[in-house]
Nanobody, 119 residues
Framework: AQLVESGGGLVQPGGSLRLSCAGS????????MNWYRQAPGKERELVAG????????NYAESVKDRFTISRANAKNTVYLQMNSLKPEDTAVYFC?????????????WGQGTQVTVSS
């Protein structure tokens, strides 16, 4: 299984970026998908999550009303639209796939993509 993030980069405060994460090697539509981030010297934190069907989403308080998570199961891809970016959003952003049932649990991680918000 593999997750590959893209779309990170350098952006000015107030700007926007759209991250993408493409999955392969597993049944993407069965998995809940999440975006995490980790800033230097800080623990990894959950930014946003979306259920396997896309019906349910959740966000960290710090990004509500600025970030939007979505998915296209036909393309095996999850997105994170980030608007009104702030310097404190600077971090490495990781894509995560999570599946659990009475049979067990599986998690996959991407390699991360750097987002830097600076003037």
């Amino acid at each position: 299984a593999q997750l590959v993030e893209s779309g990170g980069g350098l952006v000015q405060p107030g700007g926007s970026l759209r991250l993408s994460c493409a999955g392969s090697g597993f049944t993407f539509s069965y998995y809940d998908m999440n975006w995490y981030r980790q800033a230097p010297g800080k623990e990894r934190e959950l930014v946003a999550g979306i259920s396997s069907t896309g019906a349910d989403t959740n966000y960290a308080e710090s990004v509500k009303d600025r970030f939007t998570i979505s998915r296209a199961n036909a393309k095996n891809t999850v997105y994170l639209q980030m608007n009104s970016l702030k310097p404190e959003d600077t971090a490495v952003y990781f894509c995560n796939a999570h599946w659990s049932s009475w049979l067990g649990e599986r998690k996959y991680w991407g390699q991360g993509t750097q987002v830097t918000v600076s003037s």
